[in-house]
C-alpha cells in the first residue's frame, strides 16, 4: 500500500453545527485544525478522520447523495437509541422510497445528507464497528478501480455491485452497480487520499491516472492537495504526506 485513504470530508454550509451532530452520532472526539478545519478524530486504527469544509456555493441537495453512511447496531434497543439520539441533535427522518417492510431507518442529517441505521444481525457488516459502510451509488467498474487505489480486496463482487475493505478491517465501501443515477453537481462526500511517504504525492498521482482517474487542478487552501476524479467521476483529493 503506498497511499492511505486519510479521511471522508463532507462539505457543509455549517461545518461546526454539522459536526457536533456526527460528533454526537458516532461518539467520537471533535477538534479543530487551521489546516482541515473541523475533524472527526478516528477511534482506532481502522477508522479515518471525517472532515467538515465549508462550501459557498454549495448547490441544492439532489434527491439522495452518490455515497451514504450504513451505520451498525448491536441489538434492537441500540438501534433505537441512536435514531433517537440523531433525531434529538437535529437529525430527521427520511424518504427515499423505502417501504414499510424494511428493517433498517433512513434519516438525515441537519444538512439532509441521508444515512441509514442498520438493524441488527446484518452478516454483511459483522465487525465493521459504528460505519458499517460508506454505500456508494456506482459501477462496478469504480469498485475495482478504488480497489487497486488503495489496495484494499473485494470482499463482494456479484451482479456488478462491488465491496471493498481494508486488510486491517474497519468500515466497508460499496457500489450498488446499475442503475447508476446520473450525477448532478459536484458531490458533498468526497475521499482525501495522502501518500504515506514524503515527495510521493506526484508518482501516487501518476498511478491514480494510470487505474482510470483524471486529474482536475490543485485547490483548496494553501497545502497543494490534487482534485481527481474517478473512473464515475466523483471527485476526490490527493494530499501530501501528512
Excluded at 424494511?102 to 444538512?111: F, M
Amino acid at each position: 500500500m503506498t497511499i492511505q485513504l486519510a479521511a471522508l470530508s463532507i462539505d457543509a454550509h455549517d461545518p461546526p453545527q454539522l459536526a457536533r451532530f456526527w460528533a454526537g452520532v458516532l461518539d467520537r472526539e471533535l477538534a479543530y485544525d487551521p489546516e482541515e478545519g473541523f475533524v472527526l478524530l478516528p477511534s482506532d486504527d481502522t477508522d479515518f478522520k471525517l472532515r467538515f469544509l465549508p462550501a459557498h456555493e454549495l448547490g441544492e441537495k439532489p434527491l439522495q447523495n452518490q455515497m451514504h453512511f450504513d451505520l451498525t447496531s448491536t441489538s434492537l434497543e441500540d438501534q433505537q437509541r441512536t435514531v433517537a439520539r440523531a433525531l434529538e441533535l437535529g437529525g430527521r427522518h427520511y424518504d427515499v422510497g423505502q417501504g414499510p417492510e424494511v428493517t433498517h431507518v433512513v434519516l438525515a442529517d441537519p444538512e439532509d445528507n441521508e444515512f441509514c441505521v442498520i438493524a441488527p444481525g446484518n452478516k454483511f457488516l459483522a465487525g465493521t464497528g459504528v460505519i458499517g459502510a460508506l454505500a456508494g451509488d456506482g459501477t462496478q467498474e469504480v469498485g475495482y478501480f478504488w480497489s487497486r487505489a488503495l489496495d484494499w480486496p473485494l470482499v463482494w463482487d456479484q451482479d456488478e455491485e462491488t465491496a471493498i475493505q481494508s486488510p486491517r478491517g474497519g468500515s466497508k465501501l460499496t457500489w450498488g452497480g446499475p442503475p447508476v443515477r446520473p450525477k448532478t453537481g459536484r458531490n458533498r462526500l468526497h475521499f482525501d487520499l495522502a501518500p504515506l511517504t514524503d515527495g510521493d504525492q506526484q508518482a501516487e498521482v501518476d498511478r491514480l491516472v494510470a487505474l482510470g482517474a483524471v486529474r482536475v487542478g490543485v485547490d483548496r487552501g494553501a497545502a497543494g492537495q490534487v482534485e481527481m476524479l474517478d473512473p464515475d467521476g466523483n471527485e476526490f483529493w490527493v494530499w501530501p504526506a501528512r
